[in-house]
Structures are given as structure tokens and as C-alpha cells.
């Protein structure tokens, strides 16, 4: 039976388009490949060959085009090598692009990984918005990104900051595997709201180092996202007082001050 033990897997970003990655997920024991949300086909299919690699499953999170736009030339690309595909998505986003619909609860099982994910429902960049979690591997689209969070396109800022919530609630050592490099800019809003946070401003420091010279921000941590990253700390006096100058009236910790600042952030 398939375990949580991840001793042995590798997630490397493939990346696509301006800012977006495409994680891909081998092991040390065979030449098989998961790929999570290939918006891109092109960048895939040369990754597979340059790295002698079968495609074997696909994990979407939501239905936008950047996260599952290479899926129809991904299968096409199979069909011609004979090799069986399965793609795992949301149940009521996807439903074209998906061989399997996934409900919160439901297993992902990757046989020849020896993985188990586990998914979680996160309704609010969309409404159908999933995530993949194993043991301290979190795969979670566009819902939440190291220093920010998703923009709320078809759910309810409610539905977004609960969905937050319960990933800021995993455990700390829990890899934020998210897929748009939105670090720096994100920790420019950070900082904007919540000055005076040393956590957050070395992490900035360290991040723009780390931009300068072209390299990924990812993956972060739940426990370095709850010490720097304003959307997980609505209940902070700091936060509330910056929510409560910028949108002009007293905030409530929570949802109220959430909403504020993620109203902020689109005009930021």
C-alpha cells in the first residue's frame, strides 16, 4: 500500500509563461512523472524527453487556462507513446479536462510513488478550487502564494479567508508548492501593511537577493507563511489598525479585516 513517506521524491518547477511554475513530481526508483497544472505543453513534453520521463498522472487545482491549458496536447502526447494517463481534478470545475473529479477527503493514490494525497476543498479564486496534500507536501494552485493569496474571482471573501484558514492551520513544516513567482511583489504589500514585522522584512531581504539573482522563491513553509504573510494574520493588532487607516472605519480581527486588505492589494 502506498505511504506518506516522501524520502525519495523530487519536485522540481518547470517553468511556463511569465511567472507561473509547473511542478513536476519524480522519484528516485523509477522514470515515471506527475505533472501539477501544466498550463503549458510545450515546456512539459520538453522536460519529459530531455529528462527521459514517462507522464503518468496530472493534478489540476482549478480550471483556469495557465493551470490546465497543456492537458489536451499532454494527452495527445501520451496516446502517441501508449502510455495510460490519468488526470485528477476538481469535480465541478475541469470536468472536460479531467479523467477523475475530486471532492474534499478524496484520495489521489500514485501508485508507482508510493503517494497518498489527500484532498482539501479551498473555494474562493474559484469556486471549485482544490489542493493536494501528503504528508509535508502541499500542492495549492492559486489560493495561497508565500507573502499573499489568490485575487477572489468567483467565490465570496468569506469563502477565500476560510479557505485560508484552514491551511494556515496544517502543520508548520507543511511545503507551500504554489504556482505563480509573486513572492517580491507580495512582500512589498506585506510590508505596506505590517511595517514594523521583523520576520517579514528579512524575509524580504532575503527574497530580493534572491531575485536579483534569478532564483525561485518556492517552496515556503505554513509556518514562515503565518509569521510574514498579512492574509494569515488578520487577527494582528498591526494588521487591523493598517485595515482600519486604509479603508477609513474600524475592522473587526478576521474576516472584516481581511476583506480590507485583499481590496487593498487589488489596487496596490
Known amino acids: 500500500m502506498p505511504t506518506n513517506s ?31 497544472d501544466p498550463g503549458d505543453a510545450t515546456v512539459c513534453i520538453d522536460y ?3 529528462h527521459n520521463l514517462q507522464l503518468d498522472a496530472i493534478l489540476i487545482t482549478h480550471h483556469h487556462n495557465d493551470h490546465i491549458g497543456g492537458v489536451d496536447a499532454l494527452r495527445d502526447y501520451c496516446n502517441q507513446k501508449t502510455w495510460p494517463l490519468t488526470v485528477y481534478g476538481p469535480a465541478i470545475e475541469a470536468k472536460k479536462a479531467s479523467d477523475i473529479k475530486l471532492v474534499e477527503n478524496d484520495t489521489v493514490v500514485l501508485k508507482h510513488f508510493n503517494l497518498s494525497f489527500t484532498v482539501i476543498d479551498l473555494p474562493g479564486h474559484t469556486l471549485g478550487h482544490i489542493a493536494f496534500i501528503c504528508d509535508d507536501i502541499l500542492f495549492c494552485g492559486d489560493t495561497l502564494f508565500s507573502g ?11 469563502q477565500m479567508y476560510n479557505s485560508l484558514n484552514k491551511l494556515s492551520k496544517l502543520p508548520a513544516r507543511t511545503r507551500v508548492y504554489c504556482t505563480h513567482e509573486y513572492t517580491l511583489a507580495n512582500l512589498s504589500f506585506a510590508l505596506a501593511v505590517e511595517p514594523d514585522n521583523l520576520d517579514l522584512i528579512a524575509y524580504y531581504n ?46 473587526e480581527a478576521g474576516l472584516e479585516t481581511f476583506t480590507v486588505i485583499r481590496k487593498w492589494k487589488d489596487n496596490f
Do not use: H
Open 206 to 251: 532575503q527574497v530580493r537577493v534572491m531575485r536579483e539573482q534569478d532564483e525561485i522563491t518556492l517552496p515556503s513553509t505554513i509556518g514562515k507563511e503565518n509569521l510574514i504573510n498579512p492574509f494569515l494574520r488578520c487577527f494582528q493588532q498591526t494588521i487591523m489598525s493598517s485595515a482600519t487607516e486604509y479603508g477609513g472605519q474600524a475592522v
Open 148 to 158: 499573499g493569496c489568490g485575487r477572489v474571482f468567483e467565490g465570496t471573501a468569506k
Open 48 to 50: 519529459i524527453e530531455q
Open 6 to 36: 516522501n524520502e525519495l521524491i523530487n519536485i522540481n518547477p518547470i517553468k511556463a509563461f511569465k511567472d507561473n511554475y509547473i511542478w513536476a513530481i519524480t522519484t528516485k526508483g523509477n522514470n515515471f512523472l506527475v505533472l501539477v
